[in-house]
Structure formats: structure tokens, C-alpha cells
């Protein structure tokens, strides 16, 4: 599921703000090379914070806090920049409209937008700002990208340790075995290695005793040759196991 993030109506916030100025700019940029210049930049600007936004919504890790904050406060800075040039926007609007009107104030708009915006110094100015909060951010997504990876990096190791550590008992297992041990055995307190049954000769009975009762035998008659057989013998394999590790 993805997470959620504190500072996401902050970009909201952000993203409204950068769409006002483009649509007051829109109106503008018939007139003056220097305003499509512009609004192409906030543009890239919307696409950028839209880029940071869809990034964060991913996530299925928290955001440590320090990149949070950091991002955070990259997001309150642009909001600052934008939040100023509309606001001398919309005051200047005020003013003028109420002296020649509205139909009057958006012919003047277009004509004078790159003067009413500062000029050239303060143009660059807000696309410096804008610019150097964007790479802000962008930076600590690519921070919390390589802690992730770190992350990930670990649980590698620490599962790969665990398998070798696994396939280290399993090597000790066929190891204590003998060769002459059948696949299938039982494992006595005493330590010894029992088969769950031997097949001898009538010439040459073997008699094994019980590991887990009272010394005594039993036999029966298995096509022709002596079997001994313990009914009552078990062999944990998980036992087996713990004790091994």
C-alpha cells in the first residue's frame, strides 16, 4: 500500500499556485517573447513537482525524517516564491482595474506583464529559486532511492548468510553419517545409529536390541530370512535438527 505523506497538501498547494501564475502569464504571452520563455519554465516546474508527488505516492517505505523534512521544506520555499509573484500580480491587477477596468487592465497586462513581474532581473530570479528548490527535492528522492537500495542490500546478506548457515548443517548431517548408514535410521539416546530393521541369514541371525526400551529382541520370518524389528522405535527429525544447531 502506499504511504502517506505530511507535506502532500503542501504540494498541492504548490502545484494550484504554479497553475494561476501560468494562466495569468497565458494571457500575456502573445506579447512578449520573454513571457512564453516563461511560462514554458513554470510548465517544466508543474511537471517536475507532479514527477516529486507521483514519486512520494510509490513508496511503500516511510521517508526517513530527515528527507522528509528536507523535501518539505524545499516544497514551503517554492510556495513562498510563487505565493510573492502573485500576489504583486493580483494587487496590481486591483489597482489598475479599478482605475481603467477590467477589459482595459487585461490589454495593459498583456503588454506590460514583463514589466509588472520585475523585469529581467527578478524573472531569473524566481526561475533560480524555483530551479534550485526543485533539485532540492530531487536530491533526497535520490537519497531515500539509495537508502532503500542499502535496505535491500542487507536483507540480502542476512538471507544468504542464513542459507549458508543452513546448508552448513545439512553438511554436518551427511558428515556424522557413515556410508554404511541406509537413508532412513533411527537415532538412539546412546548416541548410536540404529536401521529400522536388518534382513541376516538363517545361518547367521543378528539380534538388535530396542533403543528407546528394555534390552530385549524380536524377530519374524521375512521370506525366508530372520528380521529383527522395533515397532516402538521413533526417530525425530527435528529433534535431530536442534540438536545440530
Not at 502569464?25 to 517573447?33: D, E, F, N, P
Not at 525524517?65 to 509573484?85: S, T
Not at 529382541?217 to 528380521?227: A, M, N, P
Request: charged share 20%; proline share 5%; hydrophobic share 45%.
Amino acid at each position: 500500500m502506499p504511504i502517506n505523506f505530511g507535506s502532500f497538501g503542501d504540494i498541492v498547494a504548490v502545484l494550484q499556485l504554479a497553475w494561476q501564475l501560468r494562466a495569468a502569464l497565458s494571457t500575456a504571452s502573445g506579447a512578449s517573447a520573454e513571457i512564453r520563455v516563461l511560462v514554458t519554465d513554470v510548465d517544466s516546474f508543474t511537471r517536475a513537482l507532479q514527477q516529486t508527488k507521483a514519486a512520494i505516492e510509490q513508496r511503500h517505505t516511510p521517508l526517513a525524517p530527515a528527507v522528509e523534512n528536507g523535501i518539505k521544506h524545499a516544497i514551503i520555499a517554492c510556495h513562498d516564491v510563487l505565493r510573492v509573484i502573485l500576489d504583486k500580480v493580483d494587487a496590481f491587477r486591483l489597482r489598475m482595474t479599478s482605475r481603467i477596468g477590467a477589459i482595459a487592465w487585461r490589454q495593459y497586462w498583456a503588454v506590460a506583464a514583463w514589466s509588472i513581474l520585475g523585469g529581467k532581473k527578478d524573472v531569473e530570479a524566481l526561475r533560480m529559486r524555483l530551479s534550485e528548490q526543485i533539485g532540492v527535492v530531487q536530491t533526497y528522492l535520490s537519497l531515500a532511492q539509495s537508502n532503500d537500495q542499502s535496505k535491500v542490500h542487507e536483507t540480502v546478506d542476512r538471507h544468504g548468510a542464513a542459507l549458508d548457515r543452513i546448508y552448513s548443517v545439512m553438511q554436518d548431517i551427511q558428515l556424522r553419517f557413515d556410508v554404511g548408514v541406509p537413508a532412513f535410521h533411527f537415532f538412539g539416546p546412546d548416541g548410536r545409529y540404529y536401521p529400522p530393521f536388518a534382513r541376516t541369514s538363517f545361518q547367521r541371525p543378528e539380534y538388535y536390541p530396542m533403543p528407546y526400551e528394555p534390552p530385549f529382541w524380536q524377530t519374524r520370518v521375512i521370506q525366508g530370512d530372520v528380521s529383527t524389528w522395533w515397532p516402538s522405535a521413533r526417530f525425530d527429525a527435528s529433534q535431530k535438527m536442534l540438536q545440530l544447531l
